[in-house]
T-cell receptor, first 112, second 115 residues
Framework: GQNIDQPTEMTATEGAIVQINCTYQTSGFNGLFWYQQHAGEAPTFLSYNVLDGLEEKGRFSSFLSRSKGYSYLLLKELQMKDSASYLCAVRMDGGATNKLIFGTGTLLAVQP | GAVVSQHPSWVICKSGTSVKIECRSLDFQATTMFWYRQFPKQSLMLMATSNEGSKATYEQGVEKDKFLINHASLTLSTLTVTSAHPEDSSFYIC???????????FGEGSWLTVV
């Protein structure tokens, strides 16, 4: 089976930095995505990593280590609106079809 | 604006009836779309891969006769929940890949409540 694990919940303070980890063991790998999802809404794209290293985009950064099956999402200068679920997803290498398998999701609560 | 549109956004149906949810790609052709289900406070679970012009590929544990998928055109995939039961109540969401770069678009999702 495919295992993609994240902490269930995290709490952080407004203005701080938080790191959300994701570990994966999958039968294939063709990139890792991070999404943000507010309750009752569709996921919105945050970042994509396919090579090892850090990808930075504004307040959000994502890191990937393929050899360790590990990724993290770093959120800086936290804002109240960042309270949401954060989902990592591995894209499986299925030839013509690259399906996404989602992790368990991390519910982040940003407190004043 | 949305590039993948789902309809309806929410639906309430009686137990035993069937419900159809549509997923449309608005500005691109999608030979492949994906259907997910999400229960409250849980992550997205892939149900099936919808392939234009051929049968859908279902994930293990998903009943193909209960969740009928039709991908009759390059811009439309439908998911029909047949003989719905209260335990089928969930948030159903589709996604499609443009084939350009690594962009995957999600529909707005459809809330199904079976009473």
């Amino acid at each position: 089976g495919q295992n993609i694990d994240q902490p269930t919940e995290m709490t952080a303070t407004e203005g701080a930095i938080v790191q959300i980890n994701c570990t994966y063991q999958t039968s294939g790998f063709n990139g890792l995505f991070w999404y943000q999802q507010h309750a009752g809404e569709a996921p919105t794209f945050l970042s994509y990593n396919v090579l090892d290293g850090l990808e930075e985009k504004g307040r959000f950064s994502s890191f990937l280590s393929r050899s360790k099956g590990y990724s993290y999402l770093l959120l800086k200068e936290l804002q109240m609106k960042d309270s949401a679920s954060y989902l990592c997803a591995v894209r499986m290498d299925g030839g013509a079809t690259n399906k996404l398998i989602f992790g368990t999701g991390t519910l982040l609560a940003v407190q004043p | 604006g949305a590039v993948v549109s789902q309809h309806p956004s929410w639906v309430i149906c009686k137990s035993g009836t069937s419900v159809k949810i549509e997923c449309r790609s608005l500005d691109f052709q999608a030979t492949t779309m994906f259907w997910y289900r999400q229960f409250p406070k849980q992550s997205l679970m892939l149900m099936a891969t919808s392939n234009e012009g051929s049968k859908a590929t279902y994930e293990q544990g998903v009943e193909k006769d209960k969740f009928l998928i039709n991908h009759a055109s390059l811009t439309l995939s439908t998911l029909t929940v047949t003989s719905a039961h209260p335990e089928d109540s969930s948030f159903y969401i589709c996604s499609a890949e443009t084939g350009l770069g690594n962009t995957i678009y999600f529909g707005e999702g459809s809330w199904l409540t079976v009473v």
